[in-house]
C-alpha cells in the first residue's frame, strides 16, 4: 500500500491514520517510488498546480505495470469528482466528507483476501457503499503509529468559517468544527504513551479551535499541565486575528517548538480587505514580533500569494518591505491560482500571468535569502534534534526550530524519532546546517 499526500499538514495527519489502519491489518506501507497493489491519493486543491500534480501522479500510478487500484480522495476529490474518474479505469473517488471511511478499508480487505481474485471490484464496491452511509465523523483519524513522519499527528479541528475570497478548502471542507477537548487531551497522553516525542496539532485553522469555552490557548495550556517535560507540542499554521495574548502567553512554554507558521497573504491592507482577510498589515506585525518577543529568535514562516487581483506594483513591494523588515524566515509562494466557486474566480482585474510569476520568483529569491541568514544566526547555538530517516548511510534530523540537518557521529542504537541536544554548524561546502552527536551533550536539558 501506498499512501500519496498533497497539500497541507491535516492531510499528511488523515493519510497517517489511514497508513496506520493498514500496518494493524498486516499489509505493507510504502513510499511513492514502491510499487504497490493499492494507491491511495489524498488530494489537495488550494491551487490549480496542486491539482496538476495530483492528475500526474494518478495517471503514474494507474499506469504502473502489476495493475494496481488507485483510490483518490481529498478536497480535491471533493470538488472535481468526474473529472478524477476519467483519467483512468484503475481509478475508484472517495469523497472527502467520506474519507474516514478509509480507516475501515484494510479490515474489509483483509476479511475478503482470498475473494480478491479481481480487487478493483471489490475495492470499489467498498467505497460506493461508503459513499451511501448516513454517518460521517471527521475526527476519527486517530494514528497509533506513523509511517511517514517521525512526529505525530494530531488533528484537532476541521473546516473553516472565513471565506477568503481565494480559497475554497471552506467550501470542500465546511464549516470549523473542534474535536472535544477531554478526547484531545486523551489522544495527547495516549501518543505519550506509545514513546512520541513531539505531537503536531493540525486542522484547517486551529486558531479558530472551541470546545466548551476552551480556545486554542486554553487547550494548549491544559495540554501543557499533562503532558510531561520531555514531550514537544509544534503547531500548524496559526491565522494572525486569532492570535491574542491568551494564546502567545502559553506558546512561551519551552515545550511548544520555536517554529510558526503564519498566513500572510499580503502586508497591503487594500489586498488584505479585498481578500476578505481578517487583519491588517499592523495586527500582523504586532502578532509576529509577539511570537519573537517571547520565543528569542523563533522560526517564522509566512504564506504569501503573488499577483492577487488588483495587486499593483506598490502593494506588492509593501509585501516584500514587510518579509525584510519583519525579518521573516522562510516564504511559501502562491502565484494566484483563480479557484472555481470563489469570489475571485471571475475577477476582471487580474495581473498579466508574466508580472504574477515575475513577483513569485522575486519572493523565492528573497526567501532563500532570509533563511540562509536565518541559518547563520542560528550556527553555534545549542538546538533539539528529532531523528528521521537515513539517506545514503547519513541521517537527516528536523530541529525544534525547524531546520533541515545532518546528523553525524550518531551512536550505533540510533533510530527515527530519536531526540538530542547539540551544537548547530553549517557546511559550507553543501551549504547545508548539520550537527554532531556528542554524549555530553545529547541529554542536555533545553
Known amino acids: 500500500i501506498v499512501v500519496y499526500t498533497l497539500g497541507c499538514k491535516l492531510n499528511q495527519c488523515e493519510s497517517e491514520a489511514v497508513a496506520a489502519a493498514f500496518v494493524q491489518e498486516g499489509f505493507t506501507v510504502g513510499n ?4 504497490a497493489d493499492l494507491y491511495i491519493v489524498n488530494t489537495c486543491t488550494v491551487t490549480s498546480k496542486a491539482e496538476q500534480k495530483a492528475r500526474r501522479m494518478i495517471r503514474k500510478f494507474a499506469t504502473e505495470s502489476q495493475h494496481p487500484v488507485v483510490i483518490v480522495t481529498g478536497c480535491y476529490a471533493q470538488l472535481e469528482r468526474e473529472a478524477l474518474e476519467r483519467l483512468s479505469d484503475r481509478v475508484v473517488v472517495l469523497s472527502l466528507d467520506r474519507k474516514s471511511s ?11 483476501a482470498i475473494n480478491l481474485a479481481n480487487p478493483f471490484e471489490a475495492i470499489r464496491s467498498f467505497v460506493i457503499e461508503s459513499e451511501h452511509e448516513d454517518s460521517r465523523n471527521v475526527f476519527d ?51 505519550e504513551r506509545r514513546g512520541y516525542k513531539e505531537i503536531v496539532l493540525t486542522g484547517v485553522n486551529i486558531t479558530a479551535y472551541s470546545s466548551n469555552g476552551h480556545s486554542l490557548g486554553l487547550l494548549v495550556s491544559r495540554l501543557l499541565k499533562v503532558l510531561g517535560s520531555e514531550m514537544r507540542i509544534r503547531l500548524s499554521s496559526l491565522e494572525p486575528d486569532r492570535l491574542d495574548d491568551e494564546l502567545i502567553g502559553v506558546l512561551a512554554d519551552y515545550r511548544i517548538q520555536p517554529h510558526f507558521h503564519i498566513p500572510v497573504q499580503s502586508a497591503s491592507d487594500i489586498v488584505l480587505a479585498r481578500c476578505r482577510r ?3 498589515e499592523q495586527r500582523l506585525r504586532t502578532s509576529i514580533e509577539a511570537l519573537r518577543h517571547i520565543k528569542g529568535d523563533p522560526f517564522i514562516a509566512a504564506d504569501i500569494i503573488t499577483g492577487l487581483p488588483g495587486e499593483t506594483e506598490a502593494e506588492f513591494e509593501k509585501t516584500v518591505a514587510f518579509v525584510k523588515d519583519l525579518n521573516v524566515s522562510q516564504l511559501h509562494v502562491f502565484p494566484f491560482s483563480p479557484r472555481p466557486l470563489t469570489e475571485l474566480f471571475d475577477a476582471h482585474d487580474r495581473v ?30 545549542k538546538v533539539e534534534v528529532m531523528l528521521e530517516q537515513p539517506h545514503d548511510s547519513v541521517w537527516s534530523g528536523l530541529t525544534g526550530n525547524y531546520l533541515k540537518v545532518r546528523c553525524l557521529d550518531l551512536p550505533g542504537n540510533a533510530s527515527s524519532g530519536m531526540r538530542f541536544t547539540a551544537i548547530l554548524e553549517y557546511d559550507a561546502e553543501r551549504k547545508l546546517p548539520f550537527v554532531r552527536y556528542q554524549s555530553r551533550l545529547a541529554h542536555t536539558a533545553w
Open 102 to 112: 478509509l480507516l475501515r478499508l484494510p479490515a474489509f480487505m483483509a476479511r475478503h
Open 278 to 280: 481578517h487583519y491588517d
Open 352 to 381: 498579466p500571468e508574466s508580472i504574477r510569476d515575475q513577483r513569485a520568483q522575486i519572493l523565492r529569491s528573497l526567501s532563500s535569502m532570509q533563511l540562509q541568514r536565518y541559518i547563520e544566526r542560528q550556527i553555534g547555538t
Open 32 to 35: 511513492s517510488s514502491d510499487t
Open 141 to 191: 483519524y486517530d494514528a497509533v503509529t506513523f509511517s511517514y513522519h517521525s512526529r505525530a499527528f494530531l488533528k484537532i479541528q476541521d473546516g473553516c468559517d472565513n471565506a477568503c475570497a481565494y480559497c475554497r478548502v471552506t467550501i470542500a471542507r465546511g464549516d470549523a468544527v473542534s474535536l472535544d477537548i477531554d478526547e484531545v487531551i486523551e489522544r495527547a497522553l495516549s501518543i
